[in-house]
């Protein structure tokens, strides 16, 4: 069955990076584009980055770009999401997320808080 685990989260004052890690399994990681969405409480989830199954092409939310970098590892099944000079507005729940077929996967997410 299809599988996304994210890992790296955590604490982090304004202005430091975190890279997020997504690994993948149960398809085939390497044909299909892949997304990163982060949650705060009471909101929707918003869409931070995507990249296509080759990493060929990257797309951010205008809150994101210039400061966060997605890309992926097609040998290893994982998605990565690099966030420099972090904010705390950057604070919210992560999470990876692939369109398969007609279905959606979300990874169980992982919490990144950004406070002094």
């Known amino acids: 069955q299809v599988q996304l685990v994210e890992s790296g989260g955590g604490l982090v004052q304004p202005g430091e990076s975190l890279r997020l890690s997504c690994v993948a399994s149960?398809?085939?990681?390497?044909?299909?584009?892949m997304n990163w969405y982060r949650q705060t409480p009471g909101k929707e989830r918003e869409l931070v980055a995507t990249?296509?199954?080759?990493?060929?092409?990257?797309s951010y939310a205008d809150s994101v770009k210039g400061r966060f970098t997605i890309s992926r590892d097609n040998t290893k099944n994982t998605v990565y999401l690099q966030m420099n000079s972090l904010k705390p507005e950057d604070t919210a729940v992560y999470y990876c997320?692939?369109?398969?077929?007609?279905?959606?996967?979300w990874g169980q997410g992982t919490q990144v808080t950004v406070s002094s």
């Open positions: 990249i296509t199954s080759t990493g060929g092409t990257r």
């Open positions: 997320n692939a369109h398969i077929a007609v279905r959606t996967y």
């Open positions: 149960g398809f085939t990681f390497s044909i299909y584009g």
